[in-house]
């Protein structure tokens, strides 16, 4: 609900503070007083396009600050929320505008982009009027108000939940698909170098070992003479055999040296121990250079395989066993693929019946509650002066997506056997307010809840009886609610419960706009006026005391 509009140094308008009320508010003044400087101004704080030069001349900048109040579970608390802007029971939208043109906007005292207000708004304010193009007159949103009518909440969210299985089986099936002709165009490839990697059978870390091992058969001819030799002067007939003998003398010597030799062969005996252990090591050193002059050549024509192999496919010899699994997988996925594209193909029929189910169900609905709709325009049109008219919701085949197949346009026929149009084109322009009004008020119990409907002059060529059915329609919609209406009726304007009259001073050679609210007596002056014109008649103000009841 709009609470309060401050204008600041906008077209005419140099200060003005309003405090809206719930219920119906309007304003009324002559033409050119400056009733529709405020709904620019109210456009501009919203983040709406509209003129393009709006700062007062002889001003720096021109600012407009709205609040609005917020019910727990406002759709605003959405938008603010997702924008990362603080929420709470009340939101105060600011926007300046400089004289150069630079706009800059504040929500809740927050730096916010002009989307931001323009989604803010789409919660907050419908402004309805002859040009209204974001509201009702917008053929694109006949669909949302026909779904927000019908409540068919809960078959929407069905129906994007069964759209989102089918894109993603389509998407499954085509990628697998794609994946399976990829595999396809290779697959003389992928068999002959399975075939061949398979045979050869490459382990992780095998190149090395084997270059290691070639490189000792290779070095084992040229040293294992000189080990052989060092086995020979290490053995029996060599040190072992003389340390052993000078061992056996010493110990037939001790005896008789009262001591003296027992270091000598403690020592002796401690060096045939490491002579023995240093043999073992030769010996196994000759054992491992024994080698079949075949098993080079087996060695070498593995190791040369695995390195041309590895040159062919462009990797590391050490990474062969993994080309091996992957081309290997590759190709079972080909020889499967087969199946798994059925498979996927059972999926996509399952998910697209699925959505059809879903869809036909929405459709359904749809077609039910716009015939419900049109019955109720109908009831509507009547205390119009427009029984004769025809308001017709038509739902019809259109694009699948995530909201169904459904187009929905409000369709209208000013008279019997007439064609009938689209609602924005067909209808004059009292005729257009009138439909307008009529599909609101069927309209308003089931949405724009907390929205501040504003009508602009909705009840022009219209007059009498037709007025006050206007104005009794507008009353109904701000129960329980808010409606700002500028209106030139004095039918509509008597039934406001809160009356605001703008009009306009000279002040220094200066054209200037100001709103006034207005009291039970200034009223009645108000509506006498809007009756006779300049000239109040006595006649004028009895009815004017009239229609104030």
């Keep these: ?57 002889g001003a720096d900048q021109g600012e407009v600050t709205a609040v609005f109040e917020l019910a727990p579970g406002h759709a605003a608390r959405a938008v603010l929320e997702e924008a990362g802007l603080p929420s709470g029971n009340e939101l105060i939208l600011r926007r300046v505008n400089t004289t150069d043109g630079r706009k ?35 053929p694109s949103g006949h669909r949302f108000i026909l779904d927000d009518y019908a409540a068919v909440d809960g078959l929407i969210a069905a129906t994007r939940a069964a759209w989102a299985q089918r894109r993603e089986a389509r998407k499954a099936l085509a990628a697998a698909e794609a994946a399976l002709d990829a595999v396809r165009a290779e697959e003389d490839f992928l068999r002959h170098a399975v075939a061949e990697l398979e045979k050869l059978a490459p382990e992780p870390g095998e190149d090395q070992a084997l270059d290691e091992r070639r490189r000792m058969m290779q070095a084992a001819e040229r040293i294992r003479e000189d080990i052989a030799r060092a086995s020979d002067a290490i053995g029996y007939d060599g040190a072992e055999g003389a340390m052993s003998n000078a061992l056996r003398w010493l110990e037939g010597a001790s005896e008789r040296a009262e001591g003296r030799l027992d270091g000598a062969m403690a020592a002796l005996t401690r060096a045939m121990a490491e002579l023995d252990e240093a043999g073992r090591e030769v010996a196994d050193c000759l054992d491992a250079l024994e080698y079949n002059p075949a098993d080079l050549e087996d060695t070498e024509e593995r190791l040369f395989a695995l390195r041309g192999l590895a040159r062919k496919h462009s990797v590391a010899p050490d990474d062969l066993a993994e080309l091996t699994q992957t081309l290997s997988g590759r190709l079972a996925a080909l020889d499967r ?40 325009v109908a009831a509507e049109l009547a205390p119009l002066k427009m029984e004769r008219a025809v308001f017709r919701t038509e739902v019809t085949a259109g694009d699948p997506g995530p909201e169904g197949r459904d187009a929905v346009a409000f369709t209208v026929a000013t008279n019997p056997g007439a064609p009938s149009g689209p609602l924005n084109k067909i209808a004059s322009g009292g005729e257009l307010s009138r439909f307008l009004l009529a599909l609101k008020v069927s309209l308003s119990e089931e949405r724009n809840r907390g929205v501040t409907m504003i009508f602009d002059e909705i009840d022009r060529g219209v007059g009498g009886a037709t007025a006050d059915a206007v104005g009794r329609r507008l009353k109904s919609l701000a129960d329980g609610g808010q409606v700002l209406v500028v209106t030139h009726s004095p039918q509509v304007a008597a039934l406001g419960a809160h009356h605001w009259r703008v009009q306009k001073r000279v002040e220094n050679d200066m054209t200037l706009s100001t709103v006034v609210p207005l009291v039970e ?28 009841g």
């Design 1 to 57: 609900m709009l609470r309060a509009l401050e204008i600041r140094d906008m077209l005419i308008i140099d200060r003005l503070e309003l405090a809206f009320q719930p219920g119906l508010n309007v304003l009324t003044g002559e033409t050119g007083a400056g009733k529709s400087i405020l709904l620019d101004s109210l456009g501009f704080v919203l983040g709406w396009r509209g003129r393009a030069e709006l700062v007062r001349s």
């Design 337 to 376: 693929g087969e199946s798994d594209i059925a498979d996927l193909k059972r999926a996509m029929a399952a998910a697209d019946s699925a959505y059809d189910a879903a869809a036909e169900a929405l459709s359904a609905a749809r077609r039910s509650n716009a015939a419900r709709l049109d019955a109720a």
């Design 104 to 138: 800059t906007g504040w929500v809740n005292d927050r730096r916010a982009s002009g989307e931001v207000l323009r989604r803010l708004s789409e919660t907050l304010v419908e402004l309805h009027g002859q040009h209204d193009d974001r509201g009702l007159l917008n």
């Design 521 to 548: 007596t200034e009223r009645e002056d108000e509506i006498a006026r809007m009756l006779s014109g300049d000239t109040v008649t006595p006649e004028a103000r009895a009815a004017a005391r009239a229609l104030l």
